[in-house]
C-alpha cells in the first residue's frame, strides 16, 4: 500500500507551480533535464515509494507521473499495463538484481535486446561502451557477477540502467550498501555520468551528505509528504524546515550514523497512522497546539523554495 496517497510528479517537464501543491497528502515534485534532483528520508518515509511512482513501477492512488507531460506508466484494471523505457530505475542491493547465473554482458544487453533499443548485431560492442561509460573493463562482460566487488556491481546496476538510454534515472540507495571510500568512487561516476550524458536522476537517499555532493535541488520527505524543497545550496545554508535542520546537524556525526539514522530526537511514527495536524509536531522543538491541530499548507518562501510549516523559523 503506497504511503503517498496523491503524487503529482513531473519529470523533464516544467516546474510545478509552487500553488498545486494544496491537497491532502499530495507530493508535486519536477526534475529538469539534466538535472539532479535529492529526495532524502528516514527509512518508512515513502521515498521509495515515490522513486517506483517515478519509474511507473506503481500508479499511485491518485495523481500521476508525467514525463514531457505524458504518464510514465498506464494503468488497466488496476495494473501497471504499459510503462516508458526512458525512466530507469536503479536499485538498493545490486548483488540481488543481477541473475548469479547470468554473464554480466547477457544482463546488461537484456533490457535493451528485448525492447528492440539495440540491434542485435551490435551487442558486444554496445554491451563495451557501457561498461566502459561506469568505469568497468568492457572485458567484465564474460564474467559472472560474484566475480565483482561491491562498487563494481553498483556499477554493473547502473550500467544496467544506461543500457535502456534512459532520460530519467531513479536510484534508490544506490550507494547505501557500500563502504564510505566505494560510495565515494561510485559517486564520481555519477557526477562525470551526468556532465557527459545528460540524464536526469532521482536520487534517494537516507544521507543527506551523500545527496548533498550531488543534486541541484533536494526535496525533504517526511511521512509521506515533501515538507522542504529547494535548490540544495539554499536548503543546506539556510534550512527552513526544522526536520531539515536536524538532518543537516547530523550530517557530520559519523558515530551516530554508524548506529542507525536518528538524527532528529524521537522515533520516527508508523506511516500507517502518523500524527495528526503536522505529521512531525512529536518530534520538532518548535511544536504548539496549533502544530497538533492544523495541517501545514506548504507555501513558497523564495524562489522555487518551499516549505511546509505553520512558522517562519528563521
Ligand atoms: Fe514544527 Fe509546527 Fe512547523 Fe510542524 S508546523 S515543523 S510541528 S513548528
Ligand atoms: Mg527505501
Redesign the pocket.
Known sequence: RATVEECLLSLLGRPMPPRSVHAVDQVSLSIGEGEVVGLVGESGCGKSTLGRIAAGLIVPDGGSALLDGRPVAELRSGRVEKRTTAVQMVFQDPFASLNPRMKVGEAIAEGPLAHGLWPAAERSERVAATLADVGLDPSYAARFPHQFSGGQRARIGIARALAMNPRVVVADEALAALDVSIQAQVLNTFMDLRARRGIAWLFISHDLGVVGHLADRVAIMYLGRIVEFGPAEAVFAAPA???TRGLIEAVPRLERRRFGFHPVRGEIPSPLSPPSG?H??PR?P???RR?REEK?TPRQIDTGRMVA???DLA
Request: glycine share 0%; aromatic share 20%; with cysteine.
Open positions: 524546515h526544522p526536520y503536522c512531525f509536531h520538532c518548535h511544536a504548539v502544530c501545514p510549516c505553520h512558522f
